[in-house]
């Protein structure tokens, strides 16, 4: 068992703040509208960007697969677009080619001292830099959520993704589950620093409120009184959403005055082929309990804030994370949470101190849980009382951030 440690091509750009450290992102995606659609990845990466700010580190995001090449600022932190190579049969390698000249001239230029990526399909499996280190961070791979989503990876994604591990320079888990995991899957023995995701608690302080309250009511299908029970994320199977219908069915039973709120964007279904995860959720909840179920679609982020501070409880019944994001938000606005008890869950929650853990398909269990919350709001308030306190001991971005530039110090004087 291997040891867990606990702990154009180069467009020079201002930083407006100089810092001891220049630390690069290499990521798909980030959340900002012109680098377009952005998920858990990118959210992390923020969230850690902006901790980073506040030690006095620079950051840039190297975000690929954009429609064109540019840069500019995103509140102190810069974000280079990198457009793909398009020749037929070679994209992948003339892609991975021109990052790694980017990289080169980055750091020549001393703008970066390192450059972290994530493992997901391994970007960086023919990257070499001359001298830049390089660190994977675990937020799950595609071989990682296939195996948890129990269906076949593509080879050629495997081949990547476990090159790019041996490669790396370094290597972060957000969680010793999934290092573990990723270690059996490619046949590794790898040795990983865990350090979790992390939440601006700045925009998660429901004392003081943060964001604009719309005009009309944001749970206008919901009775005043019994806010009830909030999911956000992608509709999509490995989160969970085929149990959900089938647990609230059983709620409705016990609590007929409870509802149920969905927030995020639709998906297909990648082993049915149905092209809708929510027309396959209605045709699971039951007459009464559908009616009682509002399906928002997506929202902008300020919003999503703002349906938690509303909500009753967070249910999470997912079946592939590796340390979710969401979890740590409804908890840092001190809601109880009712998530999964897979993997990676305790590493987030203690049963029955600062949460429930179930498995999403002992539905009657899961809804006892919920039940139980909707009942009492003594427990509320102490599971939710409990869950603050966690995030900000464990997972703010400031600790995280902190416990991140200690890490690339090590990587950094090693070259």
């Known amino acids: 068992m291997p040891k867990i440690n606990h702990i154009p091509e180069s467009t020079p750009f201002p930083w407006e703040r100089a ?43 190297l975000v690929y697969g954009q429609t064109a090449d540019a840069v500019f600022e995103d509140n102190g932190i810069v974000v280079q677009q990198i457009k793909n190579v398009k020749l037929k049969g070679l994209s992948w390698w003339m892609t991975r080619k021109k990052l790694e000249r980017i990289i080169n001239a980055l750091y ?21 830099p001359k001298k830049c280190p390089v660190v994977i961070r675990l937020n799950g791979s595609d071989t990682y959520f296939c195996h948890l989503d129990q269906r076949p990876v593509k080879w050629i994604n495997k081949f990547h993704e476990k090159r790019a591990l041996q490669n790396a320079n370094g290597l972060i888990s957000v969680s010793q589950f999934t290092a573990n995991l990723t270690n059996q899957l490619f046949g590794l023995n790898k040795n990983f620093t865990i350090i979790p995701n992390a939440v601006d608690l700045s925009l998660f302080d429901n004392s003081v ?93 300020g919003e999503i804030i703002k349906h938690i501070e509303h909500s009753t409880l967070c249910v999470f019944p997912t079946f ?18 009712v998530a999964s008890n897979i993997g990676w869950a305790t590493e987030i929650i203690e049963d029955g101190v600062d949460g429930f853990l179930v498995n999403p398909k002992d539905h009657s269990i899961y809804a006892e849980k919920i039940v139980a919350l909707l009942e009492d709001p003594e427990l509320q308030k102490q599971f939710g009382t409990a869950a603050r306190k966690k995030v900000e001991q464990k997972f703010s971005m400031e600790v995280v951030a902190r416990q991140s530039l200690t890490f690339y110090e090590k990587m950094i004087n090693k070259i």
Request: charged share 15%; hydrophobic share 45%.
């Open 320 to 337: 592939a994370e590796a340390l979710p994001v969401s979890w740590l938000e409804a908890m840092a606005l001190q809601k109880p949470v």
């Open 19 to 61: 810092g001891d450290r220049r630390v690069a992102f290499l990521t798909p995606e980030y959340p900002h509208v012109k680098t377009g659609n952005s998920g858990g990845i990118g959210t992390s990466i923020k969230n850690l960007a902006v901790g980073l700010l506040t030690q006095g580190c620079a950051v840039r995001i």
């Open 209 to 301: 409120s943060t964001v604009t309250v719309p005009s009309e009511p944001v749970l206008s299908a919901v009775e005043a009184g019994d806010r009830g029970l909030l999911y956000f994320g992608t509709l999509i199977r490995k989160k969970g959403l085929l149990e959900l219908p089938l647990i609230f069915n059983k709620v409705i039973e016990q609590h007929p005055t409870a509802q149920l709120m969905l927030v995020g964007r639709d998906a297909s279904d990648i082993i049915s082929g149905n092209a809708s995860t929510w027309a396959m959720m209605q045709a699971l909840f039951s007459p009464t309990a559908l009616a009682n179920v509002t399906y928002l679609g997506g929202v902008p982020y």
């Open 108 to 128: 020549a230029n001393q703008e970066i001292d390192l450059v972290e990526a994530p493992d997901w399909t391994g970007i960086t499996s023919f990257i070499k």
